[in-house]
């Protein structure tokens, strides 16, 4: 049975267990807001973009089209994680990225490429047979995103020009509500027809439009580049947010774990305690009536 100092000790232990987890808990809050306002702030890099592309196709919409992909490898870009205690939040995404490329593998004749942004989801990737052709780590903060972000396409388009990748989608956590992450994906490349007959259609908020005196086409290249920056710094903000919510779930978990572990210690230490104190005080009632017995037996009137 243990004794009163083991189960102090485990109980300052837990505690400062429980301390490390407050303050996991008030990080990853924090840092949840830090990546909701960095999306937040892309709404008018992105409209103006969008701005962008309605004046250099107006009156070149029929040129400036989008073609369809080539049949080299597809690309798959997926961001993940450097850090644990977030849950199952790479062992969903890696297992969805699985199954989707498994998919487009029956329609393809080539393997993808594939590129993973985060330690543990490079990991996990390997464990499950999909080892990545490139890999990057995650930034340690929202201010590294942007360099992230770059250096992925540039490796992208380093694939597109060396191995005639053409075809690339985004896979990441996305958070759903508060606390929830699911899996999702996006397609970066080809650029969305779609997307851009509608830019086309949509009327201009002035009354007047725009004139630009660069070539058509390279202003049409600079704007999908920058485009597809805005779709990958968004993912990329939109998973680091979601890991953090998870993880801040997990700590909350962890929490109530622990709050009923050291209220469980708390409750021995005291049963020990009292265990002690009764122990201790039926020793000095038995020392001394043991002492008064012995005075009666050497009393003179014996």
């Known amino acids: 049975m243990e004794t009163l100092e083991a189960l102090a000790s485990r109980i300052d232990t837990t505690e400062e267990i429980q301390s490390i987890v407050r303050t ?25 973009i969008d701005l962008g592309f309605q004046v250099v196709l107006h009156g070149n919409a029929s040129r400036l089209r989008v073609g369809e992909p080539g049949d080299g490898p597809s690309t798959a870009i997926v961001i993940g994680s450097d850090r644990g205690l977030c849950g199952r939040f790479n062992e969903a995404l890696t297992d969805f990225v699985a199954q989707e490329l498994s998919k487009r593998q029956a329609f393809s004749k080539s393997n993808p490429l594939i590129l993973s942004v985060g330690a543990r989801t490079a990991a996990r990737l390997e464990a499950i047979g999909l080892t990545p052709d490139e890999a990057f780590a995650l930034p340690g903060s929202v201010n590294g995103l942007v360099q992230t972000a770059q250096a992925v396409l ?54 007047r439009l725009p004139t630009f ?21 968004r993912a990329g903000a939109e998973s680091m947010a979601s890991e953090h919510a998870s993880r801040l779930a997990a700590m909350q978990a962890a929490e109530r774990n622990i709050n009923d572990r050291l209220d469980e210690l708390t409750a021995q230490y005291r049963k020990k305690r009292q265990e002690s104190i009764t122990t201790e005080l039926m020793d000095i009632v038995s020392g001394f009536e043991a002492m008064a017995g012995a005075e009666d037996t050497t009393s003179p009137d014996q």
């Open 24 to 48: 996991m808990k008030s990080l990853s809050a924090v840092s949840i807001r830090q990546y909701e306002r960095a999306v937040e702030a892309l709404h008018d890099y992105q409209q103006t």
């Open 154 to 207: 540039v490796q992208a388009d380093r694939w597109r020009h060396e191995k005639g990748a053409a075809h690339i989608r985004v896979f990441f956590n996305r958070r759903i509500g508060d606390t929830l992450a699911r899996p999702t994906s996006r397609t970066l490349t080809p650029l969305s027809q779609a997307y851009l007959d509608r830019l086309t259609d949509r009327s201009w908020p002035t009354r």
């Open 213 to 233: 005196s660069m070539d058509a086409d390279a202003l049409f290249s600079w704007l999908v580049r920058q485009h597809l920056f805005i779709s990958l710094y």
